[in-house]
Nanobody, 127 residues
């Protein structure tokens, strides 16, 4: 069974930072493109950032570019999302997702790309 477990969420003031982590099991992690998505109440799940198998491709949503950073450690079966300069608009449940792509350079861009999902971790940014 594939498991993706997010951690690191919490409450932070606007302008602050958080680092989310996702650890995986039951998955050949190095074969997976990894991504972070988020979902706020009443909104659809949206793409945040993704990273290909060997980090050769990294993609960010326009709204988080230059503030968020995604990275992975294949030896630890883990992917992280460093979030800086947070705003209240970032308040959401953040989900880790894994995609088994056709191409090793591909990084997920939509929820439909993903084959496996974590349970999510809450991020709340206060004003």
């Amino acid at each position: 069974q594939v498991q993706l477990i997010e951690s690191g969420g919490g409450l932070v003031q606007a302008g602050g930072s958080l680092r989310l982590s996702c650890t995986s099991s039951g998955l050949i992690f190095s074969r997976a493109a990894m991504a972070w998505f988020r979902q706020a109440p009443g909104r659809e799940r949206e793409f945040v950032a993704s990273i290909s198998q060997r980090s050769q491709t990294i993609v960010y949503a326009d709204c988080v570019k230059d503030r968020f950073s995604i990275s992975r450690d294949n030896a630890k079966n883990a992917v992280a999302l460093q979030m800086n300069s947070l705003t209240p608009e970032a308040t959401a449940v953040y989900f880790c997702a894994a995609d088994l792509p056709m191409f090793d350079w591909y990084a997920s861009r939509t929820p439909s790309d993903s084959d496996f999902w974590g349970q999510g971790t809450q991020v709340t940014v206060s004003s």
